[in-house]
């Protein structure tokens, strides 16, 4: 049971509560930090899977063409056929063997260091952007590379036309037809898709416009006739 001069004392005042204010308040570096190690390591994991399926449809084309050449039936046909497996198997153990940029960036960033807090973040910051630069020239490098890639296969469709007749022929026609349009299609997806990393950076800077949103309420007991004393809370959260 509370004392009735406590209840009395309650009863009179007049409790006057304040709108709450928002304001925007900065990241903080340990958010930062966070949030640029989350990136990073998953930008690593993307561009280290995306080149090792690369390489191997690198390496699914050069086993395609090798076994037209064991089927070729002209020699211009089977040397056309193994030069072309011999590239697309090399390209290909290349790109499987060989990391990216974006990736040693990556890389660097996620292993442990000694340096501060500050610097970290400010190497993070500058390696989001070089992997982001270096992921969109690779991106259109691509885009220019397919393009090309399904023109000499369009042209090569064409090639020979005195051996029309020959079924054979009429197959690796077709084929090339449907390559040159794949390749095509690709070119045109690549140069019109950012690649992750590019919205990464841009989700990233994104995130560091949005400042989180905190809120100050005050609290006041106002004085009454009967009870002339006033107290103020202020809470932040």
Not at 43 to 65: K, N, P, T
Request: glycine share 10%; proline share 4%.
């Amino acid at each position: 049971m509370l004392p009735r001069g406590l209840l009395k004392f309650v009863a009179s005042c007049l409790l006057v509560t304040h709108a709450g204010t928002a304001f925007g308040i900065d990241r903080t570096p340990s958010e930062k930090l966070e949030r640029l190690n989350g990136d990073m390591k998953s930008l690593h994991e993307h561009e280290r899977d995306s080149r090792w399926i690369g390489a191997g449809f690198l390496g699914a084309f050069g086993l395609v063409y090798g076994a037209s050449a064991i089927g070729a039936k002209h020699k211009s046909d089977r040397n056309s056929d193994l030069w072309m497996s011999a590239g697309f198997l090399g390209i290909g153990s290349l790109v499987y063997f060989l990391p990216t940029r974006s990736e040693r960036l990556t890389e660097e960033f996620i292993t442990p260091s000694s340096e501060s807090e500050s610097a970290r973040i400010e190497r993070g910051e500058r390696y989001l952007g070089e992997v982001r630069d270096s992921s969109r020239t690779d991106r259109l490098i691509a885009g220019t590379v397919l393009g090309l890639t399904g023109v000499l296969y369009l042209a090569q469709a064409n090639s020979n036309e005195d051996r029309t007749t020959e079924l054979s022929f009429n197959i690796s026609n077709g084929l090339h037809l449907l390559m040159g349009l794949a390749f095509g299609i690709g070119s045109i997806t690549t140069f019109l898709l950012p690649t992750e990393a590019e919205e990464t950076y841009d989700r990233y800077h994104d995130w560091m416009k949005q400042k989180p949103v905190a809120y100050d309420w005050n609290l006041r007991f106002a004085p009454t006739p009967q009870t002339p004393i006033a107290a103020n809370f202020n809470l932040s959260f």
